[in-house]
């Protein structure tokens, strides 16, 4: 099953390193190249429904307590989410190499 | 930062907290907090033009406002707090029916409205007891919505138990009836009488199951919601008393 577009930029900005909320929803924007924006409730609902379905989790301890705000919550892949990525990240270079053998037909 | 941006932006803020505040009550105790302060900090960066949070105030309220309201209410992915089987919904709908559909016989076979005919008085009754007639299945609807959201704890579990008593509302009181006294000279004109009848009694439901739905909220309202805790409570005595073999895993359980 191929993730959506918000949840996969999700995952793979979680897969570098542990983030709160609002580091998500720059670096989401930042790696899509603008294209995937996310609003503060489609982050957190999309954020739910991931941690639903055991693909993150929620670190009880802040990374840097004397510098964040103690407010943040902090979210890490799960070893299932980040096998849920690679396996999505091999779909998409399959497609790719697909893509690639296959001249597309030209429209005349 | 410019007048107009500044103000866009504390408009911007304003409406968005009322938004937050418009969340399903158990996503907004969880991530409420957490929004408002993603959404301060976008507010406070320089970098985010003021139209940027309009667009996001708009894409999160036709985004994620309506899916957690239509996931809560229509079984979603895990904001239904008690999942029952569907089936166990249309059983306050089928009660108020079978309700109805006796009124029905009372008149129709006990022939009621003809010996209230014989007399003026009685023929003045019987023309005017066609409304309380037709009005049953309205009162009888909103119960079936309400008790149905209880027993479902989903609005589409009141509504099918709403529908299940509307269906066999509409399809004997007024056509029978009405056609019996002749208030209606076509076929067409019951349908449609029946059809408007139909859509009336859903909407009743709809609105019982309404206020079953926010009744449900529970600690928002700590009266209401021991009041449709304690109707949870007798609805469950009696369904278990009438179905002792009901499994365990059907029994509602709080998945928070």
């Known amino acids: ?38 609003g503060p409730g489609t982050l957190y609902t999309t954020l739910k429904r991931l941690l639903d379905a055991g693909l993150i989790t929620e670190l009880e301890g802040r990374s840097r307590p004397d510098q964040d705000d103690p407010r ?5 892949l799960s070893g299932r989410g980040r096998a849920d990525l690679k396996a999505e990240l091999s779909r998409m270079k399959d497609a790719l190499e697909l893509a690639g053998a296959r001249r597309p037909r030209e429209s005349s | 930062m410019s007048g107009p941006g500044r103000r866009g932006r504390r408009w911007a803020g304003i409406l968005y907290r009322c938004a937050v505040a418009l969340y399903p009550s158990p996503f907004r105790k969880e991530y409420g907090r957490d929004i408002e302060l993603l959404f301060n900090d976008l507010a406070s960066d320089p970098a985010v033009p003021a139209r940027r949070l309009w667009v996001m105030l708009w894409r999160d309220l036709h985004h994620s406002l309506l899916r957690e309201h239509l996931d809560k209410v229509f079984g979603g992915a895990s904001m239904v707090r008690d999942r029952i089987p ?4 249309g059983v306050p709908g089928v009660v108020c029916g079978f309700g109805v559909l006796l009124i029905w016989f009372t008149f129709r076979y006990f022939h009621v409205g003809a010996l209230l005919d014989q ?22 609807f909103a119960p079936a919505g309400f008790f149905g959201v209880l027993r479902s704890s989903t609005l589409g579990g009141g509504l099918w138990a709403a529908f299940v ?18 208030f209606f000279p076509t076929v067409t004109d019951a349908i449609f009488t029946i059809a408007i ?17 926010v009744l449900n909220e529970g600690p928002r309202n700590r009266f209401a919601g021991g009041v449709a805790r304690s109707l949870r409570g007798l609805a469950d005595a009696l369904q278990s008393e009438s179905s002792p073999r009901t499994h365990p895993s059907s029994r509602c359980t709080d998945a928070r």
């Open chain 2, 119 to 140: 007399s003026p008085l009685g023929r003045e009754i019987a023309s005017m007891i066609w409304v309380p007639l037709l009005l049953s299945p309205l009162l009888l």
């Open chain 2, 197 to 213: 009848t139909a859509a009336v009694c859903m909407f009743v439901a709809s609105l019982g199951a309404a206020a079953a739905v």
């Open chain 1, 72 to 76: 943040r919550r902090y979210y890490r």
């Open chain 1, 1 to 38: 099953v191929s993730l959506t577009a918000p949840v996969f930029y999700i995952l793979l900005s979680l897969s570098f390193k542990d983030r709160h909320g609002y580091e998500i929803l720059k670096d989401v924007q930042a790696s899509s190249a603008d294209r995937v924006r996310l």
């Open chain 2, 86 to 89: 569907g089936r166990s919904a």
């Open chain 2, 165 to 182: 008593a509307g269906l066999i509302a509409s399809l004997t009181v007024p056509g029978d009836y009405l056609m019996r006294h002749n």
